[in-house]
């Protein structure tokens, strides 16, 4: 069986959470609120371009099927949050579900922290009147805006609160705030400060929490030029400060923005926006920009390396499978096609140096994704060879070193849909990718070097 596609838009997902139309961008306030999940997220209603933050709204009861909601949150004429509804988190304050954003102002030097209330199922917010509840920068940090997207945890002793920002000169800060009620805010100091050639000039979107034995640090950080990227630092807390002792790249890729929360199973779960990777006249043209990561389970391992797992949840939209093992593979090209696939494959690389999967082939091969692992130089890549008015993306190979311990098999999870592919080695090494496909027929698959495949299973994931 194939599961169909809409011949219409063959690069718009079938499993990924995105609204029916306009602009999505980052996760905001995930919260699990009576046992449901609910998400918002960055959304413009006008069109498929950033501008006029909303926050939006969406609830799932199983991480895997989403239901779309009226917009939860819109700026307020002639209010701190006139021009947009920025991001922000979400808390259960005693039994209120407070959400705390960012407001800004129509040029977006004014940016400030707010309140909002929600009802008993989400879906009606009431705004906090003695909004903003944090306005002014600190003075050291020597500059007039980036002042935003707050992330607040309960302490032993209270609310805590990082802004993300940057300190003129230094590079990008977390700065560290405590409350009593969530309506007034101590500021205590930075509770990091990143080298700007290192870790970006300017921070968005931090969160801090505990994982394991340690403390882990997101950041979406920005470089000077233009770049950005998310960034995973795992160390301590020691008298309010964090002490980072590793740091990686959390996705070499176009995952951004992410947010974290515990659910009600305790698992710390880590969401993250799918930037596009064509220009803007064409995401206008398609009517939609963005998608949301599948939400991945977060733990450390026992070398205190930061592992995601996509949530088991989302097995259930598996449908029609093929399964090999060591030795079973004939034939490089699979019997399965289709550009809404979930894999894992592992791989012995003693086998062969260069093992991987081609995925979206065309019948001569000439366009396809190339998801390769070269053992010599520990190189995890996805080479993108898309012609075509599609083509206009960055087709530059994307990748990062993937070490692998002594003995370990590489183990790829992808899950491939429409436009999207997220790529997982070994829980710990991640790769976020799109790409175009220029024709609906573009579904093959083939493995490269099979007498390196240990196990491989690919199931075709139904329409959400
Ligand atoms: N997106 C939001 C900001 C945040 C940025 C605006 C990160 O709050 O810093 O849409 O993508």
Not at 110 to 120: D, H, I, P, S, Y
């Amino acid at each position: 069986m194939m599961i169909p596609r809409n011949p219409q838009d063959i690069h718009r997902p079938t499993y990924h959470f995105l609204p029916a139309a306009n602009w999505m961008n980052d996760p905001n306030g995930v919260i699990q609120w009576r046992g449901r999940y609910h998400l918002f997220f960055q959304y413009n209603p006008d069109g498929a371009y950033h501008a006029n933050m909303h926050w939006g709204h969406a609830v799932s009861d199983d991480l895997a099927h989403w239901e779309e909601l009226p917009i939860a949150i819109a700026p307020t004429p002639h209010s701190p949050d006139q021009a947009g509804i920025w991001s922000g988190c979400m808390v259960d304050d005693g039994g209120m579900p407070t959400a705390i954003y960012t407001g800004v102002n129509d040029d977006y030097s004014r940016q400030v922290q707010c309140l909002a209330f929600g009802n008993e199922d989400l879906r009606r917010w009431t705004k906090h009147s003695g909004n903003p509840v944090l306005a002014e920068i600190p003075a050291h940090c020597f500059q007039a805006r980036d002042f935003r997207d707050p992330f607040v945890w309960r302490g032993d002793d209270g609310w805590y609160m990082i802004l993300s920002g940057h300190i003129n000169g230094l590079g990008g800060a977390a700065l560290l705030y405590r409350s009593d009620d969530l309506r007034e805010w101590q500021y205590l100091h930075p509770l990091f400060v990143g080298d700007s050639a290192r870790h970006g000039h300017n921070f968005e979107c931090v969160n801090f929490f505990p994982l394991g034995e340690k403390w882990v640090l997101i950041i979406s950080s920005m470089y000077d030029g233009g770049g950005a990227t998310v960034l995973a630092l795992v160390g301590r807390y020691e008298n309010q400060r964090f002490v980072p002792e590793s740091e990686t790249v959390y996705d070499a890729g176009y995952a951004y923005a992410p947010l974290t929360h515990v659910d009600d199973q305790g698992r710390r779960l880590i969401w993250a926006w799918l930037r596009e990777g064509r220009g803007t006249d064409r995401q206008r043209q398609a009517g939609w920009s963005g998608v949301q990561a599948i939400p991945r389970v977060l733990s450390l391992d026992s070398k205190h390396r930061l592992i995601s797992h996509p949530v088991p949840e989302i097995e259930a939209l598996r449908r029609d499978g093929f399964h090999a093992e060591a030795g079973d593979l004939t034939d490089k090209d699979l019997p399965l096609r289709g550009l809404a696939l979930d894999i894992e494959a592992a791989f012995d690389v003693s086998e062969a140096e260069t093992c991987g999967i081609e995925l979206a082939r065309s019948p001569d091969g000439a366009e396809k994704v190339a998801i390769t692992y070269d053992a010599s130089n520990e190189a995890l890549r996805v080479t993108r060879d898309y012609a075509g008015e599609e083509s206009e993306l960055d087709s530059e190979a994307q990748g990062m070193v993937h070490r692998l311990d002594p003995g370990e098999n590489l183990q790829l999870r992808i899950l491939l849909d429409g436009s999207v592919i997220e790529l997982i080695a070994n829980g710990r090494s991640r790769v976020t990718s799109r790409f175009y496909p220029s024709d609906a027929g573009n579904q093959g698959l083939r493995v490269i070097n099979p007498e390196a495949v240990r196990a491989l299973d690919v199931w075709e994931m139904a329409s959400i």
